[in-house]
C-alpha cells in the first residue's frame, strides 16, 4: 500500500539494500560510474544512526536523518507543528568524514547519574537499545537504495539526477522506478517527500483530464523501469518479492488509483493478461476460498490484497468478498469507496457520516476521561462501555467529547475496553460453523484493548462491526498483524487462510495461538480438498524472500491443524495432515525453518519418528551452516545469536523428551560452537 505506516512484524525476514548490482553484459556510462563510485562512499544509514546514537541524545521532537547531496543530514521535526526545528549535517561527502554536531546533546562520561544532573530515563537507555528502537526497516531499505532520501524535495531531486542518465545498474533503475511512483501519487494524494506538486489531495472525486494525464505519465514510467529490471534480472528481489511480483502489484496500484478518481474504463487497461505467478494466484485464491459467502475480508498489505483485486475484477473469482485493506482504511476517500456496491458485492454499511472522517479529521481518537475514577474499577482498570455508545462519543462533534493538545483539538473516547451485546436470532441463520459450537454462544462480546488510542482505521473498523451487527461475515487475513483487530483475539476462527470474527467464545484450552481458535473440520476441508496449492516444479517457478514467507505460513497452518486434530484424539488425521504439507511444500525445493519445529515435534508426538527426525536433522544442518556464517561474520550479530542459540537449546529439549540422544547431541555440539566463540 501507499500509506507509510511503521513495519514491526516479520522485519527480519526482509531484504536491506547495502550496495548497487552492476549488470552482466550492460555497458555504464562514465556518469553513472562516477555516481554509483561516489554513492559508495556514503555510510550506510545504520551507520549514520549507530555514530549519532553513540555520541548524542537524541532531542525532543521526531528525530529524523536524510541523505543529500552534500552528506548526512540530523534534524528534528516538532511533535505538533510539524516544521524543522534544527538540521545539522552529520556526515560530509566532500570530505568523507563525520562532523560535530552543535544542537544536539554530547554523550559524554559525565553525564550520568553521579553527577547532580537530572538525566532523562531515556538517556538511561544503552546505544544499542536506543538504535535498535529506533531503526525501521523499510526507512533502512529506502535509505540504503536511494541516491537521496528523507527531506521534502528529495523525489525531485532523484528523478533529476537519474532520469536523464542510460541507466544500467538495478538498483538504479529500481530507485528511479520508485521515485517516479511515488510522484505519481504526489499528483493524486499529494505525500510528503515532494514539495513542487501543489494539487489539493483528492477524494474520492473524479479529476481534470490534465491532472489524470500527469499521473499516468508518472505511473507509466514507474511501470516501464520495474519492467526493465525485469528484462535485465528476473530474480531481483524487491520488499514485495522478486521485481516481477513489484511489477504486477505496481498495475493493481495503478488500476486501483484511477478506479479512486472514478476512471473506470482507464483502469480496466491495467489489468493486464498474465499479471502474477501461478504461486501467488494459488495463494490469493485460498484466501478467498477460506471466506465464508458475502464475507468481508480485512487485509494488511500488498501481497494479500493486490492479487486478491486481480483475481475479482480480471476473472470475476470470488466477487462475493469484499476485500478491504487496513492501511487505505486510514482515508476518507478509501472508506467512501467500500461504500460502493460491486457486481457481485455490496457495499458496505457504516453508522458514520463521510464528513466525520474528511481528511486528518479522526486520524486518531484519544482515550480521555476527565477523572479516572469515573471510569475505572476500583483496581484501576477502564471498565466496559458499550461499544455503540462508545462509537457515538469518538464521532461527536461536541466540544464535551473533545481535549485540547496544543494547538489541536483531538475526539475522544471513553474507555479502551468495550462490550457489544450479541442478539442471538440474529446470528442464528448462518453464522455458526457447525451444531456442536452452538455451547459457546456468548450474550455479550467484550474487547479489551491496551491502546490510549485508536487510529482511524480502528474506529471505522468497531464501526462497521457494529454497524453491522452480525448480518455480514467479518474475516481478517492471517497474515495481519495483531494491530488490525485489536481486542477481539478470543472471538477468532482460523477456517483456513482467513480469521472469522465470531460471538463465540471457547475455553481457554481450546486457545491454539493469539487466544484465536482452529475450527478443526472447515480448516481440514479448505487445506485438503479447497486449496489450490502453488507447482512448484513449474519451470517457471522463482524462489523469492516473499514466496518464502508465503510457505512459512502455510506449514504453520497445516501444523496448527495438526495439533488441533492430536488434541482431539485424530492421531491418523494429524499424520495425514502433516504429509500433506510435506508433499505440497517439498523440502527438496523449501527448506524448513522455524516454522518446522512444531511439525518435528507433532510427528514425535505421533510416533512417526522417522519422519520427525528427517525434519530435525535438516533443521540441524541449516542451524549449523548459520552458526558458522555468524561466527565468521566481521561483525557479530547477537540477536542472530541469540535466535539460534533459543531454537536449538528447543531442539535439544525434543531430542531428550522423546529419546532421540543424538538429535540432542547434535544441537548441544552447535551450542557449544557458538557459546565458546572469542
Partial sequence: MKISLKIILLAVMFIAYSGFHLCVGQTMSKSEEVLIRKLEKYPSYREVVTHFFNNYYEANGFLQFAKKADGWHVYTVNYYEMDTIMDEMIWSSKNLKYRKLKSYVKNTPSKSRDTEDIIPEKFDQTAELKIENYMNSSQEREFNLQPYYGYIGWITDVMRLLSPLDLKSEDLIYALGRTYSMLSMSVIRPQYGNELITYPPAGYEKLESGRVKEYLLYADKALEQFHKVFQINPKYETWVGNI????????????????????????????????????ILAFAKNYLISCPPGAILITNGDNDTYPLWYLQAKYNYRTDVRVANSQLMMTDWYNEMLRENLPGSEGVQFGFSPEKIKGSLRDYVVYYRESEADDTTASGIAEFVNLKDALDIAFSDDEDNMVSTYSYQLHTIPSTNFFLPVDRNLILPGFYPEEKHRKYLVDTVFIESTNTYFLKNILVLYDMIVTNNWQRPLCFGITNDDATFPGLDHYLMQRGMVYQFLPLLMDSSDYQIHNHWINTSLMYQNLIYEFTYPDFEDKTFTPDNVMTLHS???????????????????????????????????????EHGNESLEMCKIYFECKEDQKASVIAFQLLEKYNREADQCLQSKSRDELHISELTFILDYLSQIGEAYNKPEITSEAEKILNKLNNAD
Fill in 244 to 279: 516481477y511480483t513489484k511489477y504486477c502489484n505496481e498495475n493493481l496500484h495503478v488500476y486501483h488509483t484511477l478506479l479512486s478518481i472514478m476512471e473506470e474504463e482507464l483502469a480496466k487497461s491495467y489489468l493486464k493478461e498474465g499479471l502474477y505467478n501461478q504461486q
Fill in 552 to 590: 512459512n505460513n502455510y506449514r504453520n497452518m497445516f501444523s496448527l491443524l495438526s495439533e488441533a486434530l492430536l488434541k482431539e484424539e485424530d492421531t491418523l488425521k494429524a499424520i495425514e495432515v502433516l504429509d500433506f504439507c510435506n508433499t505440497k511444500f517439498p523440502s527438496a525445493i523449501l
